[in-house]
C-alpha cells in the first residue's frame, strides 16, 4: 500500500482521537494544536509535532516535539531534550520519545493495530511527568 493510501485511511482514525491534529504529508508530519499541558511546565498548551518516514507504516514514527520555548515551570529545561529541530517549516523542541521494534505492530486496519493516533496516544504521556 503506498504512503497516500494509507494516509487516507488513518487520518479519520488521527481525527477521532484528536480533533485538532492534522497531517501535514509534504513534511510525513503529525501536528496537534493547542494540547493542554498540566501543570509543572512553562505554559499551559502547546503544540505537539512528530515525524513519520517514509516508509510509514513498515517504519515507526520517532521523538515528539513541542513549541521551542517550552521549559519546566521553573525555567531550567526538561529531560531528554534534543534541542531545536526544524519539522515542517517551523522549529521545535525536540523530545527523545521512541517505540520499541516489537511494540509497534501496524496491521492493514490502522484501526486494529499501531498507527498514528496510538504513537501520539504514547508521545503525549511524556508531558505527564515535567522533568
Known amino acids: 500500500m503506498q504512503l497516500a493510501q494509507r494516509l487516507d485511511l ?11 491534529a492534522s ?10 494544536a493547542g494540547h493542554q499541558l498540566p501543570a509543572g511546565w ?3 498548551t502547546t503544540d505537539v509535532a512528530f515525524g513519520f518516514p517514509p516508509n510509514y507504516p ?4 520517532d521523538n515528539v516535539c513541542v513549541r521551542p520555548d517550552l521549559t ?4 531550567q529545561p526538561a529531560g531528554n531534550n534534543q534541542g531545536i ?12 520519545w521512541h517505540i ?3 511494540d509497534w505492530a501496524p496491521t492493514a486496519d490502522p484501526r ?10 504514547g508521545a503525549l504521556n511524556r508531558f505527564e511527568d515535567p522533568t
Open 42 to 44: 512553562s505554559h499551559q
Open 100 to 102: 520499541e521494534g516489537v
Open 85 to 96: 529541530q526544524t519539522l515542517a517549516g517551523r522549529q521545535w523542541l525536540q523530545f527523545s
Open 10 to 20: 488513518e487520518e479519520p482514525v488521527l481525527r477521532e482521537a484528536f480533533p485538532n
Open 72 to 75: 519546566l515551570a521553573n525555567g
Open 112 to 121: 486494529q493495530g499501531s498507527n498514528l493516533a496510538t504513537y501520539l496516544i
Open 23 to 32: 497531517i501535514d504529508r509534504a513534511a510525513n508530519a503529525v501536528i496537534l
Open 58 to 61: 513498515s517504519g515507526c514514527p
